[in-house]
């Protein structure tokens, strides 16, 4: 077999770690914090000198950004990359993942193209998940996310294995191709040893601007970008919490906190018992969809989640709004819950053979629907397939995609304003699509709730049947993953943090949860460290969970643990530190010892002293 060429793109990015804000300006304080490579691309490293060492070839790492991005180049050479180069030019500047990615395949197409390009699943400062497979689109390449191990690399093919939230599959695709990469046990990063460090340090790092790599000006840039932002501000305050201190009668505040506990549990489940119509704030001419994500005639549960936010901008818009669905013959099923769940107006795109996602069908087969009926918004479930077809689809109809929205808003001049978390949540970002349509967004999961479902509400269904059924992507082997998601579904959820101080101390908050009949989660750091399964990781990289009750043990509150708990309907925090940020982002707190008051409440339960 010939040898490989490898390139892999990496980006530098803040430490989200040191990244804080200024109490007195409110805003996000960046002097003086240090940049790193993008985490989860020392994972895509990682897999192409893998790759290397095992079937030979050559690796490339480049990058876009600022001069000082030449350190995070150096970084993968002492890690084992050949070659490295640094994109850079003040025009630049400001690019959003549609210009990114276009600078990023001219880049590729100078070095004279690859076998395989490897992207990091997403990017922490921004959550995007986008660039990766819309650089495989600028490229006209395959375009495999997610994919959690490289099974073989042969002369002209590669099968890899793709894992999303609900299914594996095993695919090959023909080289050259573009994947990422999911961060797992098995490709950890390597730690450089003392020469490599040495070596990398006096590597030679190919510096090229715009022309070198034949840019157009108007796809580079905050000037080539379709997506704007417009306001950055720190994470709102939404509850007044009502705290107590526990350190003198320990008995006492047990008792308390788990009234609360109790009073919440009794209080009207949260969701949407009725939809309130809101006053149009404009006419727009076009509809709003929402992307209907599915498996067969399984639809994922975000898609209807978002369904009520899409209600409600469609109301402020006063235009109807329309659900799109790409499926087969054993999806159809999906268009009649579509109209219980609010849609006006159905698309449906068939592409017989495939009920299942395949990006390249599913990309061709929307896009179309966009490109012939104009919608004016395309709202994605945040999922990593609707992400996926969302970033992919974008670029073959031309339009900006803001991605891991939170909320949204529309003014007085009918613009669609974006609003989503960035760097680790520190900051909340607004971002608007000002001169393209669609605008697209991807919308986190976990956040809305469904709209009442109607049973036997109709409407308008639109089929348009796809004849062009090509795919470079082959399905050797599938199998749906059985595993729910606990946290998700939970009405209580215990969540322990640093606080715990031991993997052996998470016994106690497992007993209370059990006791409560609820589960257990933790914060990122307790996750990375191994101390508990990843998958129950509460926050922004983790999951976004909406349970009755939240109860924050040793949690001092974080921002980026703040993201994934802000839908809960209560929130409880013991806490030893009175200034613990948890304390201002609770409804009830104890300040005290969680070794002193967790087992009373325990005790406190099993004794029945409570109810």
């Known amino acids: 077999m010939p040898e490989l060429k490898i390139v892999v793109s990496i980006k530098q990015v803040p430490d989200t770690d040191d990244l804080r804000i200024d109490p007195v300006t409110n805003n996000l304080v960046r002097e003086g914090v240090p940049a790193v490579v993008n985490p989860p691309d020392l994972h895509a490293i990682e897999e192409a000198v893998r790759l290397k060492e095992r079937y030979g070839g050559k690796t490339i790492v480049l990058t876009m950004g600022p001069p000082q991005a030449e350190s995070a180049l150096r970084e993968a050479l002492a890690m084992g990359i050949d070659e490295a180069y640094l994109i850079t030019d003040r025009a630049m500047a400001g690019a959003d993942t549609w210009a990114t990615s276009y600078t990023i395949a001219k880049a590729i197409q100078k070095l004279g193209g690859a076998d395989l390009i490897i992207f990091g699943r997403r990017a922490v400062d921004g959550e995007t998940e986008q660039v990766g ?20 690399v042969e002369k002209d093919k590669i099968v890899v294995v793709r894992t999303t939230e609900f299914d594996e599959e095993v695919i090959e695709a023909p080289l050259p191709a573009v994947i ?39 796809k580079i840039g905050l000037a080539g970008s379709p997506t704007k932002v417009i306001k950055v501000q720190p994470p709102p305050k939404t509850r007044k919490a009502e705290i107590i201190d526990g350190k003198k009668d320990v008995e006492k505040a047990a008792k308390w906190f788990l009234d609360k506990v109790f009073e919440a549990l009794k209080e009207e489940q949260s969701t949407l018992k009725e ?12 509809e709003v969809w929402v992307y209907i994500d599915h498996i067969g005639d399984k639809p994922n549960r975000a898609s209807y989640e978002i369904m009520s936010e899409a209600r409600r901008i469609a109301d402020l818009m006063d235009t109807s709004l329309s659900a799109a669905i790409v499926g087969g013959e054993g999806s159809k099923a999906l268009i009649d819950e579509a109209f219980e769940y609010g849609a006006d107006k159905v698309y449906f795109a068939e592409v017989k053979g495939f009920d299942r996602y395949d990006n390249e069908v599913y990309t061709r087969a929307l896009s179309k629907l966009i490109k012939k009926y104009k919608p004016e918004a395309v709202f994605f ?12 689809t974008a670029i073959e109809v031309n339009t900006g995609l803001i991605a891991d929205c939170t909320n949204f808003d529309v003014d007085d001049k009918g613009v ?26 991807t919308v986190r999961a976990g956040v809305f709730m469904p709209l009442p479902r109607m049973p036997g509400r109709k409407g308008e269904v639109v089929r348009e049947e796809i ?36 993997p052996e101390n998470i016994k106690m908050a497992e007993e209370l949860a059990s006791l409560l009949g609820g589960v257990v989660g933790v914060s990122k750091p307790l996750a990375d460290m191994g101390w508990y399964p990843k998958d129950r990781q509460v926050g922004q990289t983790g999951t976004t969970i ?24 209560r929130i409880g925090a013991i806490n030893l530190d009175p200034s613990a940020p948890i304390f201002e982002n609770c409804d009830f707190g104890v300040i005290g010892d969680i070794f002193e008051i967790v087992p009373k409440m325990i005790e406190l339960l099993k004794s029945k002293q409570v109810s």
């Open 133 to 152: 497979p819309q650089t495989g689109k600028w490229l006209g390449l395959p375009v495999i996310g997610y994919v959690s191990e490289i099974k073989s």
């Open 416 to 441: 669609l304003l974006s609003t989503r978390p960035d760097f680790g949540g520190k900051e909340m970002s607004t971002i608007i699509c000002p001169r393209h349509r669609p605008i697209m967004v």
């Open 467 to 502: 004849d062009d059924l090509f795919t470079r992507l082959k399905v050797l082997d599938y199998k749906l993953i059985e595993k729910r998601n606990v946290l998700a579904e939970a009405d209580i959820v215990v969540g322990v943090g640093r606080g715990i101080k031991s």
């Open 546 to 569: 909406r349970p009755k009750v939240y109860i924050a043990l040793g949690i001092s509150g974080a921002v980026q643990h703040l993201v994934g708990i802000m839908s809960s309907k």
């Open 275 to 286: 939809y309130v119509k809101p006053k149009a704030k404009v006419k727009v001419n076009s």
């Open 381 to 392: 479930p945040g999922t990593r397939n609707a992400r996926e077809l969302a970033s992919t």
């Open 180 to 218: 990422t990469i999911l961060e797992t046990p098995n490709n950890k990063p390597r730690q450089p040893d003392i020469m490599s460090l040495i070596r990398a340090k006096t590597a030679k790092v190919t510096w090229w601007n715009k022309d070198d790599i034949k840019a157009e000006p108007d």
